[in-house]
């Protein structure tokens, strides 16, 4: 955990000193991740996959009681890598295999609002210059679900 806490920080770095004198809620997505993220934890009963798209990741959701469409970062053989996966309460139901999890649930209307504007599958983890709103001033309410563990720096979105 410590290390993609670690290698989010030093990504966002350069973004920080712009954003720091601004009004900004967030310097980058990592930062977004960073502020608002979650953890949660791949057990014995997680299916793990050796990668997973967004598109999965979302549509498996609403097949488990209590499941979540995560949008952030794995820490995968040595680095942080976007990706999704879905979870129920601070486990991964299933997802791609990862040393660690830390990403923000997200609401599935404000999922499908996003990826019909921008025509992306992934949410947050798309880059599409549509996003910076979310960066300046962000999350919307209702779009973050409850589910994980305390992220590194989280604050009330």
Do not use: I
């Given at each position: 955990?410590?290390?993609?806490?670690?290698?989010?920080?030093?990504l966002e770095a350069p973004f920080r000193t712009l954003v720091d004198d601004s009004e900004w809620a967030h310097a980058s997505m990592e930062g977004?991740?960073?502020?608002?993220?979650?953890?949660?934890?791949?057990?014995?009963?997680?299916?793990?996959?050796?990668?997973?798209?967004?598109?999965?990741?979302?549509?498996?959701?609403?097949?488990?009681?209590?499941?979540?469409?995560?949008?952030?970062y794995l820490w995968v053989d040595g680095h942080p890598v976007a990706g999704a996966w879905c979870g129920v309460e601070d486990r991964i139901v299933?997802?791609?295999?990862?040393?660690?999890?830390?990403?923000?649930?997200?609401?599935?209307?404000?999922?499908?609002?996003?990826?019909?504007?921008?025509?992306?599958?992934?949410?947050?983890?798309?880059?599409?210059?549509?996003?910076?709103?979310?960066?300046?001033?962000?999350?919307?309410?209702?779009?973050?679900?409850?589910?994980?563990?305390?992220?590194?720096?989280?604050?009330?979105?």
């Open positions: 955990m410590e290390e993609l806490t670690a290698a989010l920080t030093r977004l991740v960073l502020d608002v993220g979650r953890w949660w934890t791949a057990d014995a009963e997680t299916r793990l996959s050796p990668q997973v798209t967004f598109s999965d990741a979302f549509s498996e959701a609403p097949r488990h009681k209590g499941g979540v469409y995560v949008e952030g299933y997802g791609p295999r990862a040393d660690a999890y830390l990403g923000v649930p997200l609401s599935p209307h404000f999922c499908r609002r996003v990826q019909q504007r921008n025509g992306t599958a992934a949410v947050l983890m798309s880059k599409h210059p549509k996003l910076l709103p979310l960066l300046r001033d962000g999350l919307p309410r209702g779009a973050v679900l409850p589910g994980g563990r305390p992220g590194p720096r989280s604050v009330p979105a």
